[in-house]
């Protein structure tokens, strides 16, 4: 198979952790820029990483990439590229843009001359005048940088946090491209205890689930490259057989969520059933302040309400401090706090042993992280 350029998007922050976990795939060659990690692989790998990348935004494949200054240039430049390798002639390629710091600053004409070129380019290619655009979704986006013109199709469709197990959240879910990022940057494996005491919707509980039993998180969603004629079925197939064959459903866990809304632990339980791992994970109603584990060498991972309102933030504050006395006899435990609340730290009474910067949607956070002792080896 040729060796294609890939591009996986990631949220600011997170492009290290996508970027292990594409060599962790078996990619080397990488190049990680801001809010993205691109790669050189084959066609297998567009099957692969969707399936696989857990904390990615999407995976997308780059046609193309010059320097345009003027409409003309973008659209020959456009045109000049091999579309037809991986349109075929009623595809449906609506086309989406951005522009940064170029000369070509209207989003909408690059939109239009970029679908235009496409057309003509086709045209050429397949001898036919009109085309139906009622086959597979092909989603083209015309990225400029600085008068640097990046063409790609978006293989994903959805982004990649849509899992298919999600339909029911909180008021203020945490996305599960974050939740799987956050657990990648703690210290957390299948063989220590894992404790979310604000829980919500279970999206953290059920990422750790997920990834303990080695459970692909695209396993039950589809993907716009599974429509392309160039990819075939038998390979999607393939990569699904072997996945579900990759699950380990024998390893013992120890997972638990906690959250004082009853109604919302429901949500969770049926999100954890359609993601098939409700038997791992013990989900509790009890306030935060009642959480209690004889468990040793655990991790506590949570998101917290941050108290966005004035009005909250001296509730929002004693939750902090009830959450630090709570946390005070898990002495062995590290635990790892998401927030954008500006004095988690005075509130909580401890500094934190590290602190990274995290986009929790458009909100500005601070992930507190707080390292217990080492487990001793067995």
């Known amino acids: 198979m040729a060796k294609l350029e890939l591009i996986a998007t990631a949220t600011f922050a997170m492009e290290g952790v ?22 050189r692989a084959d066609e297998a790998a567009i099957v692969h990483s969707n399936l696989w990348l857990r904390v990615a935004d999407r995976v997308k494949l780059m ?86 013109v990046t063409l790609t199709i978006d293989t994903s469709g959805e982004a990649l946090h849509k899992r298919g197990y999600r339909q029911l959240v909180s008021q203020a879910p945490l996305r599960e491209t974050m939740a799987a990022g956050l657990i990648n940057l703690s210290y957390w494996n299948p063989d220590r205890p894992f404790l979310d005491p604000f829980c919500g919707s279970g999206t953290l509980p059920i990422e750790v689930a997920l990834m303990a039993r080695n459970i692909a998180p695209g396993l039950k969603r589809g993907f716009a490259a599974e429509q392309w004629p160039r990819l075939p079925k038998k390979l999607w197939q393939k990569a699904r057989q072997e996945a579900e064959a990759q699950i380990d459903w024998e390893r013992p866990l120890e997972i638990m969520g906690t959250d004082i809304d009853g109604e919302i632990l429901k949500a969770a339980r049926q999100n954890a059933a359609r993601a098939g791992v409700l038997a791992d994970i013990h989900f509790q109603q009890m306030p935060m302040s009642e959480v209690r584990s004889s468990k040793h060498y ?36 590290s635990y790892y706090i998401l927030t954008a609340f500006p004095e988690f730290e005075r509130a909580f009474g401890r500094r934190a042993d590290r602190r990274r910067k995290l986009y929790n949607g458009d909100l500005l956070c601070q992930y507190y992280q707080f390292y217990g002792p080492r487990p001793p080896r067995v």
């Open 18 to 39: 996508v970027a292990r976990e594409l060599q962790a795939l078996g990619y080397e060659d990488l190049t990680v820029e801001n809010n993205q990690v691109s790669f």
């Open 63 to 148: 046609i193309g990439r010059f320097t345009a200054t003027n409409f003309d240039a973008l659209f020959e430049l456009t045109k000049s590229l091999p579309w037809e390798a991986w349109l075929p002639a009623n595809a449906c390629f609506p086309v989406q843009g951005k522009s940064i710091k170029s000369q070509l600053f209207s989003v909408s004409d690059c939109q239009a001359i970029v679908k235009k070129a496409i057309v003509e380019r086709l045209k050429q290619k397949y001898h036919i005048q009109w085309f139906p655009e009622d086959g597979p979704l092909f989603p083209v986006e015309v990225a400029l940088l600085k008068d640097v």
């Open 298 to 333: 655990g991790v506590l991972i949570t998101n917290p309400p941050y108290g966005e309102r004035l009005s909250d933030r001296q509730a929002v504050e004693q939750l902090y401090k009830e959450l630090a006395t709570t946390i005070e006899p898990l002495i062995t435990w």
